[in-house]
């Protein structure tokens, strides 16, 4: 591991961290930078995910436990967070990197979408969250001053049609990090969504129309889209005590699209399509 850009900002801390799978997803990074800055964690997903991810690498390289999770099973979530507490004797962080729409698979129309799968996508996408944070209240197994972060994304408020119902399971999950963030105050415990830009990973790509997504967020936004690593880097800021008065937020970390109207670069590559369009 190298420990060349360490800043030791999670030296001592202990952590959860939810949906890495391959070395392209957010949560990988995470558990990169996190090691990087000193800390111990356990790792966990879904048992099928495990099956077709990579996670005994990442396991061997940060040497983090892994503990398979179905987060739609509260007593699996339960048995996780107690395991979690067992390992760590409490928990200074957890990372909720967990997504999943079956309707976006099938290709389902949102105006014709499948209500059983739609529910699928609320219980994996969002009330996960939910689970994961009452088991920790119940297993009293967050330290005072810990904090959790969830990855979110602008669809929870403005309309991407290929997002279909991932669009309500974002707004979802940010109204159930704000409403625990209000509830567990009174320990100093942070409870935050960060609204990551369109990123190049494996969940990314499975969605039909990325690649426009992503060029058109790198036009638009003044900075560019965000890598994965440059998010794990904003994780890190979050978990660490550098802001232990920031919660129940939704933080952009999207090279400036949410707040941008637009830019000199898609101005110019429409006025080219135009001309395209005249010839």
């Not at 499948?114 to 330290?143: D, G």
């Not at 100093?188 to 990123?199: A, D, H, K, L, M």
């Not at 101005?267 to 001309?275: C, G, H, M, S, T």
Request: proline share 2%; hydrophobic share 40%; glycine share 8%.
């Amino acid at each position: 591991m190298n420990q060349e850009n360490s800043h030791n900002l999670l030296k001592g801390k202990k952590g959860l961290i939810f949906g890495a799978l391959d070395d392209r997803s957010i949560a990988w990074r995470v558990a990169i930078a996190c090691k990087r800055e000193g800390a111990d964690f356990t790792l966990t997903n879904a048992p099928i995910a495990l099956r077709f991810g990579a996670l005994d690498k990442l396991s061997e390289e940060t040497g983090a436990e892994v503990i398979p999770c179905d987060v739609t099973d509260y007593d699996q979530v339960k048995e996780l967070i107690e395991a979690a507490k067992k390992q760590h004797g409490g928990l200074d962080f957890i990372l909720h990197a967990v997504g999943m729409s079956p309707n976006i698979r099938k290709k389902n129309d949102y105006t014709s979408i499948n209500y059983r799968l739609m529910q699928q996508t609320l219980e994996i996408s969002a009330i996960s969250l939910h689970r994961v944070l009452q088991a920790c209240v119940e297993k009293e197994a967050l330290n005072d001053g810990a904090s959790v972060v969830a990855l979110s994304y602008i669809g929870a408020q403005r309309v991407f049609s290929k997002y279909s119902d991932m669009n309500d399971a974002k707004a979802l999950l940010e109204s159930i990090a704000r409403n625990f963030g209000s509830r567990l105050a009174d320990k100093e415990i942070r409870v935050n969504t960060i609204s990551q830009g369109p990123t190049k990973t494996s969940a990314g790509s499975g969605i039909k129309g990325f690649d426009a997504m992503y060029d058109f967020a790198e036009l638009l936004a003044p900075l560019g889209n965000p890598s994965a690593d440059e998010c794990a880097d904003y994780c890190i800021t979050l978990f660490s005590d550098l802001t232990r008065k920031v919660t129940m937020q939704n933080l952009f970390h999207d090279g400036g699209f949410s707040t941008n109207g637009i830019s000199e670069q898609l101005i110019y590559e429409l006025a080219e399509l135009n001309k395209s369009k005249e010839s």
